[in-house]
């Protein structure tokens, strides 16, 4: 009988295996790879003659201050942003005759009017919008909430931003969490403290979070390359580490769009020869836009039901600082949109729209209900933008009350 305990034994080491894998994986980032290699045959790239429409969004977590930067180098880097994005980009047009769009994602702890007054400004002149970021730590969800209400306000009174509800008027806002800690979700419980945030945020309006991708850091949800929603866990972290795939009818209430970058092995950029790098829609200087990288996106398929002609591709920078001057408003980024405009002139399947988060929002919501209308068509298709009607407050507060924002800027770190 020693073959049974052999086997027995076996298959207890798999057991183990598939027990302690899961858990050491995801302690060092890399949880998501399992379900990765599960969904591989959903990965493919799009054919010649398959009608792609490359929905194509930058989301910036804009940190003038990045790096203790002090307001007077704060402002020059929103100064050269302003200048230098029409300079550079005002010349390529996408398939509905817009300009680069890019959404900056400001956050609260950074509040100063001049920065917010002159990203308005770019914003009103048709080069993007702002959003909402945020770095906290130890928070609470009384303070959490407060804040959040207090900046969404003062982005819409003061400076004329951020959008409103085709129906009912409600001001909505797009999130990204700084530090990556969504829902209490870094393991060490540091960048955060609130357990329960998607019903604050849903509760303040805010329509979609575009945290993710964040590996290979320990927060990325197990759930990759898919629009998802997420509903609150009472009483435990990580409520978006699980979720129901966008376009489902079983979908639970309340629930926050979660929409997500594209996450890939990069096989062609290999470690030590051997182990495949990540491809995780991030542009810095190690990681420029190209062509190749935008293949990988587009294999990704992160799509919606019913509109497999859409290809959602939400990439993510830290664009403020000098040191992503070079590639976001220098030379890369100018060949890399003029390779699109190439591609799209040689094939008549190829067509690339430029997108805000609140467009991708809108279009991710018309491809759910079934819209077979054009991307410019579903561009308004549940929000509207208030910078189109709105106009500058002559007579506005210069920021948040002190006490509004008590508690939500973390002490010293490297924000992200």
């Not at 998501?32 to 591989?40: A, D, H």
Request: overall charge neutral; hydrophobic content about 40%; proline content about 8%.
């Amino acid at each position: 009988m020693d073959w049974m305990f052999w086997i027995g034994l076996a298959l207890a080491f798999v057991l183990v295996a598939l027990w302690y894998l899961p858990r050491v994986l995801t302690k060092r980032g890399y949880g998501w790879l399992v379900p990765y290699f599960f969904t591989r045959g959903k990965r493919r790239p799009p054919r010649e003659d398959e009608p792609v429409h490359v929905l194509l969004c930058i989301t910036d977590h804009y940190e003038p201050k990045a790096g203790k930067a002090s307001r007077e180098q704060g402002r020059a880097r929103v100064e050269h942003w302003v200048r230098e994005y029409p300079r550079q980009f005002d010349r390529f047009r996408d398939a509905d005759g817009r300009p680069p769009q890019y959404s900056f994602f400001f956050p609260i702890e950074e509040y100063e009017p001049e920065y917010l007054d002159a990203l308005a400004d770019l914003c009103r002149a048709g080069y993007g919008e702002v959003e909402v970021h945020l770095h906290h730590a130890d928070d609470t969800p009384e303070n959490l909430r407060g804040g959040l209400i207090a900046f969404r306000d003062l982005l819409v009174e003061r400076h004329g931003l951020l959008c409103r509800d085709r129906r009912t008027g409600q001001t909505r806002y797009a999130f990204i969490h700084g530090n990556w800690g969504l829902c209490n979700s870094r393991p060490d419980g540091s960048w955060c403290g609130v357990d329960g945030e998607i019903p604050i945020l849903l509760e303040t309006g805010c329509y979609a979070d575009f945290t993710f991708p964040s590996a290979p850091d320990p927060t990325q949800p197990p759930l990759v390359n898919r629009l998802y929603y997420a509903v609150d866990q009472p009483g435990r972290p990580r409520s978006h580490f699980q979720g129901w795939d966008i376009g489902r009818r079983d979908i639970p209430e309340p629930s926050l769009l979660l929409i997500q970058g594209p996450l890939l092995l990069d096989w062609n950029r290999l470690k030590f020869g051997v182990l495949p790098r990540i491809e995780n829609a991030c542009l810095q200087a190690t990681q420029p836009p190209s062509m190749e990288r935008l293949d990988a996106w587009l294999r990704a398929r992160v799509q919606v039901p019913g509109r497999p002609d859409w290809f959602f591709v939400k990439l993510h920078a830290h664009g403020a600082p000098e040191n992503a001057h070079d590639i976001l408003l220098g030379d890369p980024m100018v060949r890399f949109h003029e390779a699109l405009a190439r591609r799209a002139a040689a094939n008549p399947n190829f067509h690339v729209h430029y997108v805000t988060a609140r467009e991708m929002y809108n279009l991710a919501k018309a491809a759910e209900a079934g819209f077979q209308g054009t991307v410019a068509e579903a561009r308004d298709y549940a929000l509207v933008s208030n910078i189109k009607t709105a106009s500058r407050a002559a007579s506005a507060p210069g920021g948040l009350r002190r006490s509004t924002l008590q508690g939500l800027t973390p002490p010293g770190s490297l924000l992200v």
